[in-house]
């Protein structure tokens, strides 16, 4: 009875720890109706009956063509940067000592009774990190939503296939019209919100990741 608890209380811990790491975030396919472009039918821009002009498709002599409607295309530049260090150290000791002399019973000193206690506690800790990560490329995405106050909502993906697995690139975020330049160009550094993901699939990023057995030690359920 007592092993089959024991056992029992294993393979919960496993399943925990499985399930509380950040690896297992799903495989994602290109195409997904989530990161699909956004496209203007016909039916979206209707012309006024009498018209020739469609004033969602209207260009004028004096307009850059720069992205600023629902379906237009813009080129992000990713030019991302960061850098951190950390390092911290502790240092705790304590010291204690205790002494109880020989008691004395008339004129007999009972030299057995006689003890000291020495006890000494020390700490120290230290630990350091460093990361940086960079990510410079194009990619162009399509407005998924303009706001009342001008600010455009783009999304999109890049997937590139390679003789080893995928490679893909998604972003999302909101841009000023402002910061977009004559090329129809913005930099990534000028998108709000921004939410940019580069990432693998495949036989080399399975590769890069540890085993199950590994991730349930690295578990902060592990308790030792």
Do not use: H
Not at 44 to 51: F, I
Not at 155 to 167: F, I, P, S, V, Y
């Amino acid at each position: 009875m007592k092993l089959s608890s024991l056992l029992l209380g294993i393979a919960v811990l496993l399943l925990s720890g499985c399930q509380s790491t950040s690896y297992d975030l799903g495989v994602p396919e290109p195409g997904e109706e989530a990161w699909a472009p956004t496209l203007i039918t016909s039916s979206d821009s209707q012309r006024d009956q009498g018209s020739l002009y469609a004033e969602t498709q209207l260009f004028t002599l004096f307009q850059d063509r720069r992205a600023y409607r629902t379906g237009d295309v813009l080129t992000v530049m990713l030019d991302e940067s960061t850098e951190s260090s950390k390092r911290s150290g502790t240092a705790i000791g304590k010291n204690s000592s205790v002494g109880i002399g020989a008691p004395t019973i008339g004129r007999k000193t009972i030299d057995d009774l006689a003890a000291q206690i020495n006890a000494d506690r020390d700490f120290s800790g230290e630990s350091s990190a460093n990361q940086r990560n960079s990510l410079s490329g194009f990619i162009t995405v399509t407005v998924s939503e303009v706001m009342a106050n001008g600010i455009l909502k783009i999304k999109g993906e890049k997937w590139l296939r390679l003789n080893q697995g995928d490679e893909y690139i998604r972003l999302k975020g909101l841009v000023r019209v402002d910061d977009i330049d004559d090329g129809n160009r913005v930099s990534s550094q000028r998108i709000a919100n921004a939410q940019i993901t580069y990432a693998g699939r495949g036989s080399l990023a399975e590769a890069n990741q540890p085993g199950w057995l590994t991730r349930f030690f690295q578990s902060p359920l592990f308790p030792f």
